[in-house]
């Protein structure tokens, strides 16, 4: 087996992320305005949630995610072809986010901070959640219905993300 290749860690940025997803935070808001008589700042429609594709519908749930050491091999990814996922930390614990527009190719590494959530769309290869430095729970918006959702495959190559 050859050597792991190195996986550059981006910022995660709406502009760098947008072919796989939305990135979910305040200025990714479609709108903002004042309810509940001015105490409350909206930010709406952050994310376009995906859910109905074959009779499927959305379903809220929390993934508890256990801390991955570092430097960490990616060698597999996964994704789900009949709706999207979202993944919003419920705390400000940064984590990482692995996406592929191709298991074929390159995947690229994204450093999620400051509560920054994600929305990949329908389709979009993407590694299961990488959480760091400690134990971190995530509130996750995905598809609950018939069909087959989740694709599996083992990357040809072997890449290493280290901050």
């Known amino acids: 087996m050859s050597e792991p290749l190195p996986l550059r860690v981006e910022a995660l940025t709406r502009e760098a992320f947008a072919a796989f997803g939305d990135v979910i935070e305040p200025a990714s808001a479609a709108q903002t305005y004042a309810i509940n008589a ?23 749930s929390l993934f508890r995610a256990q801390p991955r050491e570092l430097p960490f091999a990616i060698t597999q990814l996964e994704r789900h072809p009949l709706g999207s996922q979202a993944f919003v930390p419920l705390s400000q614990r940064p984590y990482l986010v692995v996406v592929a527009e ?53 990357l040809s190559t072997t890449f290493t993300v280290c901050l």
């Open 38 to 60: 001015g105490t409350t700042t909206r930010f709406h429609d952050l994310a376009r949630i995906d859910t109905d594709r074959d009779g499927g519908r959305p379903v809220l």
């Open 102 to 154: 191709d298991p074929a190719g390159t995947p690229r590494a994204f450093l999620a901070s400051n509560g920054q959530g994600v929305n990949y769309r329908a389709g979009t290869w993407h590694h299961p959640l990488l959480a760091l430095d400690d134990v971190s729970d995530f509130l996750v918006i995905d598809r609950a219905g018939p069909g087959s959702n989740c694709d599996e495959v083992d």
